[in-house]
């Protein structure tokens, strides 16, 4: 079974991130362990964070305390500090995106078929979003 590393940056998700992270713990065909890098937030999205690490084994916390006024400055750190030797595959996750169950197996079949080293998903969506899986 694959291996994927999902790095979720998030900022005041309070409203939405149990559910977005309950649909990355319920994707079929690959083993996923999420690291989460919390912007500092003006809402309880770091304790709702916490205590999901608290109840699961692989979900991961990176250290609260950085204001990164952007996404992409987030991801950057996430794909800094994540150490990914034990992963097949990494995938990025906004923490608003809800992730249909099989989304991360049809990226990595994806990937495989078309031989390339990195994969943007369909999204389906009010707003553009976007996810990516890279392969390492």
């Keep these: 079974m694959n291996r994927i590393a999902v790095l979720l940056a998030a900022y005041n998700g309070e409203g939405y991130i149990q559910q977005q992270i309950s649909t990355i713990l319920n994707q079929q065909g690959v083993a996923v362990d999420i690291?989460?890098?919390?912007?500092?937030?003006?809402?309880?999205?770091?304790?709702?964070?916490q205590a999901?690490?608290?109840?699961?084994?692989?979900?991961?916390?990176?250290?609260l305390g950085l204001k990164f006024g952007g996404a992409a400055k987030n991801f950057f750190?996430?794909?800094r500090e994540v150490y990914?030797?034990?992963?097949?595959?990494?995938a990025?996750?906004?923490?608003?995106d809800i992730w249909h169950s099989n989304k991360l197996e049809s990226a990595v079949n994806a990937?495989?078929?078309?031989?390339?080293?990195?994969?943007?998903?369909?999204?389906?969506?009010?707003?553009?979003r976007w996810s990516f899986v890279f392969n390492r």
Excluded at 52 to 59: A, T
Excluded at 84 to 90: E, L, P
Excluded at 92 to 96: E, K, N, S, V
């Design 77 to 79: 750190r996430l794909l």
């Design 35 to 49: 690291y989460i890098s919390v912007d500092l937030s003006n809402d309880a999205t770091n304790q709702i964070c």
């Design 92 to 96: 990025l996750a906004d923490q608003d």
């Design 84 to 90: 990914f030797s034990n992963y097949d595959y990494v």
């Design 111 to 128: 990937i495989n078929k078309e031989k390339v080293g990195a994969y943007s998903s369909n999204v389906i969506s009010f707003l553009a």
């Design 52 to 63: 999901l690490v608290d109840s699961h084994s692989n979900i991961y916390l990176l250290p």
